[in-house]
């Protein structure tokens, strides 16, 4: 009967008394080379084939480069990777509170730590066994990328219905930024779940949803640029995609840290108005730079205006 050896990589680099399931740390060269000499050796002294099988995260990976470098074959399995911590990854274990551990060491099979969304929670919801999920997905990080995706959709379809011309621009700005704040407060976990990185996966499909919201934004400001007859230069042109990418990126990231409270303080109005406040600052005040009036009327009337003979 063959046999399966299992062996623990070694001590992470900066990772005492820090929750590091999926946090990716680096290992010691050393470490990593002494763990794969004893590996080897193992293997000579029980006849065991040079297979090798190891997480993506470096502190398994690096000791499989080891061997690979020897001769060995080293496959890299997504599915090994440590659990996934949701909130309390990378953070100290002092840090996380002591209900929040217990209430996961009480159910330690169906509570997801962190906030992290659990295979049974997901089938619970499919109304199907949990072994039958896997079924419909290659292995653990397609279904992750599958549940990810349909976060980014639910999220795009609730900020893109609001990315539309109606109101003031300073109407518009509060109305986007509020849409994406009621959505975090209502999906904090999922929210989450979207912005880690999937262990093996060669993207985020998050990076994608942002890509899509923000060109909605452009195409908005591009169409009031024009109805302002407003004079841009071609550089500012060229620029205004990663410009748009930087207003969406800080407002999620902002919303990342508020959200990430244990009390939302402020209550989400008011953290609205703040949010909404600070973007709006930064669309006036790079349009003052350019000698650009930004009107508080409704582009409604503006656009009648501009059509007026």
Known sequence: MSALWLWRHPRANHGAGRCIG??????DRRRAKRLAHRIR??????????????????????VGRWLRDWGWDHRVEARLSELDFGDWDGRAWAEIPREALD???ADLRDHAPGGEISVQQIADEASVHRTVLYRYFDDRTDLDLAIQREICRRAGDVLLATVTLEGTPREIVERVVGAYVGFAVDNIGPLRFAERQVAGAPSKPLD????RIAEQIELVIGGFLAILDAEVSEDDRDGLTPWVFLLVGGVMAAVRNWSSRDVLRPAAPEFTRL??????????GLAATRNIEVPDLPVEQLLNLKEAP
Do not use: N, Y
């Not at 999926?22 to 290992?27: E, K, N």
């Not at 084939?49 to 502190?59: G, N």
């Open 22 to 27: 999926r946090t990716d740390l680096p290992v």
């Open 41 to 62: 050796h193992a293997a000579r002294r029980h006849g065991l084939p040079p297979i090798v099988w190891t997480s993506p995260l470096q502190r398994c990976c690096q």
């Open 103 to 105: 209430r996961w060491a």
């Open 208 to 211: 994608d949803a942002i890509g």
């Open 275 to 284: 949010l909404a406040d600070i973007t709006w600052l930064q669309v006036t």
